[in-house]
C-alpha cells in the first residue's frame, strides 16, 4: 500500500539538504484524506504515529466534518486541498505521500512537487491551515461570507498563499544547484499566467467563484506570478509577517468591497 519511492538525483539532494530524515512513498491508491484503517498502515512502515490533535474551541460550530476529525485526536492523514503529494509530521521520520493521480504528469513536474514538500517540511510551518490560523479561524469564519466548504477553501488558499511567499524564495535559488527544479517551477508559473491575470473578470462574469479564484492566486504566489487585485494585497512583505491577523484583514475588506 505504501512504498519507498526512487528518487531522482536532484530531488535527493533537496531531500538531504532540507529533510534528509524523511521518508517519500508512494500511494497505492489515491486519497484526499486516508481512511483511518489505511491511515494505520502507515505504522508499518515508520517508526510511530502520533495523531495531531487542536482546541475543538478553534472551529466554528458549522465546521466540515473532516476539519472537525483532523482536529480531534483521532488520526487524519491528508486533507482536501493537499494535492497530488501531502506530506505529514504525524509521524516519525516524517513522510511525503505521492499519489496516483500524478501519473501522466510530466517528471520534470512531479520533481519539483516532491522537492516543494520537502522545502516545506523543512520551513517548520504548519501542517494544515487550522495549525496557522488557531484560535482566529472563527474570526476568518465570520469575515468570509461563504457556507462552510467554502469558507475551508478560501482559509486553505490563504494559508497555501503564506507558505508560498516563504518557499518561493528557497526556488529562485535552484537555478544553479538544480536546474532541472528550477526550470519546472517557472514552467508551471507560466501556464498559470494567463488565467490568473484574468481572475477578476472571470469572477464578475460569474465564470469563476470566488474560494476558486482565491485558490489559483494564492497557488500562483509560490511562482513569483503578478497579482491582480484584490489578491496582490497577499503577495507582500506584511502578509509574510503578520500572518493570520493580516489574512482576516483582508477577508474583511475584500468581502466588504465585494457587497459594494
Request: glycine share 6%; with cysteine.
Amino acid at each position: 500500500m505504501f512504498e519507498a519511492r526512487a528518487l531522482s538525483a536532484a530531488v535527493d539532494a533537496v531531500r538531504e539538504s532540507h529533510a534528509p530524515d524523511v521518508r517519500v512513498l508512494d500511494c497505492e491508491r489515491d486519497f484526499e484524506t486516508l481512511n483511518p484503517a489505511r491511515a494505520e498502515d502507515l505504522g508499518l512502515v515508520v517508526d510511530s504515529l502520533e495523531p495531531a490533535s487542536y482546541p475543538a474551541a478553534w472551529l466554528p460550530e458549522d465546521a466540515p466534518t473532516l476539519l472537525a476529525r483532523y482536529a480531534s485526536s483521532e488520526l487524519t492523514i491528508g486533507m482536501p486541498g493537499d494535492g497530488s503529494v501531502a506530506w505529514t509530521r504525524q509521524t516519525e521520520p516524517p513522510i511525503v505521500l505521492v499519489k496516483p493521480r500524478v501519473e501522466g504528469s510530466p517528471d520534470a513536474f512531479i520533481d519539483f512537487l516532491i522537492a516543494e514538500a520537502l522545502v516545506q517540511l523543512d520551513l517548520g510551518v504548519p501542517e494544515h491551515f487550522i495549525g496557522f490560523f488557531e484560535d482566529s479561524y472563527p474570526a476568518l469564519d465570520r469575515a468570509v461570507e461563504l457556507d462552510p466548504n467554502g469558507t475551508y477553501q478560501v482559509a486553505a488558499a490563504l494559508y497555501d498563499g503564506w507558505v508560498g511567499l516563504q518557499t518561493r524564495e528557497v526556488f529562485a535559488e535552484w537555478h544553479d544547484d538544480h536546474p532541472g527544479l528550477a526550470d519546472a517551477w517557472q514552467d508551471a508559473g507560466t501556464r498559470l499566467e494567463d488565467r490568473v491575470s484574468d481572475l477578476p473578470r472571470a469572477v464578475a462574469r460569474g465564470d469563476t467563484d470566488f474560494a476558486d479564484a482565491t485558490e489559483l492566486a494564492c497557488a500562483a504566489i509560490k511562482h513569483a506570478i503578478e497579482l491582480p487585485a484584490p489578491f496582490a494585497a497577499l503577495d507582500t512583505e506584511a502578509y509574510l509577517d503578520h500572518g493570520p491577523e493580516y489574512a482576516i484583514q483582508w477577508a474583511e475588506t475584500t468581502f466588504e468591497s465585494l457587497e459594494n
